[in-house]
């Protein structure tokens, strides 16, 4: 066929392929109609006056809420896919981003994770499973600009015909903006694999830079809850990755595949409530990561608060009743042998009770009885302000803030770490507040501060719930310390405590969800590990990882963490072996700068080459060399622009960028949106169309792992990268 013949035979494949695709956005107008109808019948059935009614309106409302949020969210790119069979007589099949039948019921569209769709992704042309041609439709909202084939089955006598250059080319070359594409249009057979391995205990995913790891780790989460909806979505599915900027960066995925029942948390977001950006210094981050500060929390837990009354004194009846330190620390250590520290709060009042009971001596006093002592007792003031001091309902905060004392760090390190370590701690948590007067804010705490507070909230345990119903008081003189008609002790919780600490933390058994995955997960810390595992002890999981990437110094200590956190669940492993994101040009040069550091990389093939070598420039004026690099780059490139640099200098090179407004003028569309500059480890998981490296050495120089973080840098730059060294 000549070159004319081939573009009308392409357009006239585009005209046909528009005409499906308005008959399915017109079915898709009238299913989300049809849901809007249900919603509005299920308000109606509130009124029928009876307790069913609104029970049927709950379910109704829920189901087409939630019909009407997926219709909404697939409207982008719908239909990507068509596959003509072998089979004579079959009629093409369609893969969209939901199933969607017409008002005859017939399939219209075939949901990507459904069975029927699996050899979408999986034939090729040694094995087509039946497929003769594979169809990628490329759409701009709801026109078809392109379509792209592959023909698998040759053998076959067919007048199918084939264009395009292929689809996954055609999606690997665009230029990339500020957040992940989903690619169920071109998941490829390996990936594909991973994404539907069944939901039995871990399934981890492995491959070097670009390999489409976390992609397809989204796709994973998105097939789960399509498979088992009712499990993940009444359990919850938890998805971690290293930063709020990747979080950022992944969050559409899920919503345009139509899920939107998936939590995704940075490792400084997993304990509701608290929320941090910021990283410890690498040197303290060391510390407060590794598997000994388990040890240190334990301790931290069961220390005396500070500032609490060393001693209780009540004058009854007769006897002058004393509680000294020794007495005081007999009846703690007895109230922490029978469980965590705060699960002992209605406990607390019994056991100092039985403690003076036992010295009552007086007459008087013994006549009345255990009862009268106790009522006595429990109506004065002192008492009960005693208890709450020296027995408090604790906070997580508020018991690592206990650290800030070095003599209370001395006391709970002593054996575990080292006065160098305990140093470095002590800087980091700062002077020594007052209790209750400057209270911590969440600004207070770092990203690895976070997995310290969950292990103390654990050892710490909840404060019990109020007993509600059931409630023996008759022979428990303290249940009514729970009972709303004793608003001191009871509301000292309920009230107090939440309006002084606004981050006061849900229960601890709320936190376990149904499924787990982590991204990136070479990179969590023993400590982050404990964290994490916690809220999957009887989820499958889905881990994430390369471990050249890692830039934890200790990975042995890690992988003890690690299996520790996943139990003795299966594990079924899947490696992905090509680099979706490099061109080839830059991907060699990352891999050289492996070999050569000798870092232990696992190297994917690239399989996009654009002729050109990432650049190796010394300059003499780095703020000027800078510049000229940003401005080639933004020129060269359309999408994102990543400036990373040493974080030392992170906040010269943002102010000079901020200055730089010609190359707001040479940026596209006038703005400096699509450039950012970046340390190397924030660029973790991310990637940018053009990519300058400020002082690669330094970078290198800053912490212990900087080859391994350097190489990470390395690995983003989808088109152009420059290093700039003086
Ligand atoms: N099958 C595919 N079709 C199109 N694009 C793909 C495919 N697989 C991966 N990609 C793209 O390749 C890039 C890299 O993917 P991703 O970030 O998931 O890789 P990764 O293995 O997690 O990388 P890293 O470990 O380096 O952070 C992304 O832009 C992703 O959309």
Same mark, same amino acid.
């Given at each position: ?45 509130? @009124? ?12 109704? !409302? ?75 439709? &490329?759409? /701009? ?52 694999? =991973? ?108 220390? =005396? ?8 004194? !009540? ?10 330190? &020794? ?76 650290? &800030? ?155 003890? /963490? ?12 899947? @490696? ?13 040069? /990352?891999? &050289? ?72 003028? /040479? ?60």
């Amino acid at each position: 066929m000549d070159q004319a013949t081939n573009d009308t035979v392409a357009q006239q494949e585009l005209e046909h392929e528009q005409e499906f695709v308005d008959g399915v956005y017109e079915q898709l107008e009238r299913s989300t109609k049809n849901a809007q109808e249900l919603a509005r019948e299920g308000h109606g059935r509130a @009124h029928l006056g009876h307790e069913g009614g609104l029970v049927e309106r709950d379910a109704m !409302v829920f189901q087409a809420a939630k019909r009407i949020a997926t219709l909404n969210a697939a409207h982008e790119g719908l239909v990507f896919g068509r596959l003509d069979l072998s089979t004579p007589g079959e009629a093409p099949r369609y893969i969209g981003r939901i199933g969607l039948r017409d008002e005859d019921r017939d399939t219209l569209l075939i949901d990507w994770r459904a069975p029927a769709a699996a050899v979408f992704y999986q034939a090729t042309a040694a094995d087509p499973q039946g497929v003769v041609r594979r169809r990628v439709l &490329r759409c /701009a909202g709801a026109k078809v600009v392109a379509v792209e084939d592959d023909l698998l089955d040759s053998e076959i006598e067919t007048d199918l015909v084939v264009v395009g250059e292929g689809a996954l080319m055609a999606q690997l070359s665009r230029a990339r903006d500020r957040t992940m594409h989903s690619i169920v249009a071109t998941i490829q057979a390996e990936q594909d694999k =991973a994404i539907r391995a069944p939901s039995k205990g871990v399934v981890s995913i492995s491959g070097g830079p670009g390999t489409g790891k976390t992609v397809v780790a989204l796709h994973r989460a998105a097939f789960l809850l399509y498979s088992d909806r009712a499990r993940y979505e009444r359990g919850g599915v938890l998805i971690i990755g290293p930063s709020g900027v990747f979080m950022r960066y992944i969050e559409r995925v899920l919503p345009s595949l139509g899920e939107t029942a998936v939590a995704l948390r940075s490792l400084g977001e997993v304990v509701d409530g608290l929320r941090s950006s910021r990283h410890d210094e690498p040197a303290v981050a060391d510390v407060k990561g590794s598997a000994r500060m388990a040890e240190l929390m334990r301790r931290t837990a069961r220390q =005396a608060v500070p500032n609490a009354p060393r001693d209780l004194r !009540v004058f009854y009846r007769d006897d002058n009743l004393v509680l000294g330190p &020794r007495e005081l620390a007999a009846v703690r250590r007895q109230l922490l042998s029978q469980g965590k520290r705060n699960r002992q709060v209605p406990r607390v009042a019994n056991a100092l009770l039985d403690a003076m009971w036992r010295q009552v001596r007086g007459e008087r006093g013994r006549e009345r009885g255990r009862e009268e002592f106790n009522d006595t007792l429990l109506g004065t003031a002192a008492f009960v302000d005693f208890v709450l001091s020296w027995w408090p309902p604790l906070d997580a905060t508020d018991v690592l803030g206990w650290l &800030r004392d070095p003599e209370v760090l001395g006391r709970v390190a002593e054996g575990v770490l080292s006065r160098g370590d305990q140093a470095l701690l002590s800087r980091s948590f700062g002077p020594v507040r007052e209790p209750r007067e400057v209270r911590t804010t969440p600004d207070d705490w770092s990203i690895e501060d976070i997995a310290l507070l969950d292990e103390l909230r654990y050892e710490l345990g909840d404060v019990p719930q109020k007993p509600r119903g059931d409630r023996d008081d008759d022979n428990d003189p303290l249940a009514h310390l729970f009972d709303d008609e004793v608003p001191e002790l009871t509301t000292f919780v309920d009230r107090d405590a939440p309006r002084q600490n606004p981050r006061t933390t849900v229960r601890v058994e709320d936190d376990g969800y149904a499924h787990v995955l982590v991204d990136e997960a070479q990179d969590l810390t023993p400590m982050q590990w404990r964290m994490v595992g916690r809220r999957g002890r009887v989820a499958t999981w889905t881990v994430v990882g390369d471990p050249a990437q890692s830039s934890w110094p200790v990975p042995a200590e890690a992988t003890t /963490a690690r299996e520790a956190a996943l139990g003795d669940k299966p594990r079924h492993s899947f @490696h992905l072996s090509t680099n979706y994101r490099n061109s080839s040009e830059i991907y060699d040069f /990352a891999a &050289r700068y492996a070999e050569r550091v000798g870092l232990d990389a696992d190297l994917p093939n690239a399989v996009r080459a654009t002729g050109i070598d990432p650049e190796e420039r010394t300059v003499v004026d780095l703020r000027e060399g800078t510049h000229d690099a940003v401005k080639e780059l933004a020129g060269a490139v359309e999408g994102t622009i990543g400036i990373v640099v040493p974080a030392a200098r992170r906040d010269q090179v943002q102010g000079w960028l901020e200055g730089w407004t010609d190359l707001a003028e /040479a940026a596209a569309g006038g703005s400096l949106a699509r450039v950012a500059v970046l340390t190397g480890l924030e660029t973790k998981g991310l990637e940018f169309d053009g990519i300058v490296v400020v002082t690669p050495d330094e970078i290198e120089a800053e912490s212990v792992t900087g080859r391994a973080t350097l190489y990470v840098v390395y690995t983003r730059a989808t088109q152009r990268m420059i290093t700039l060294t003086t």
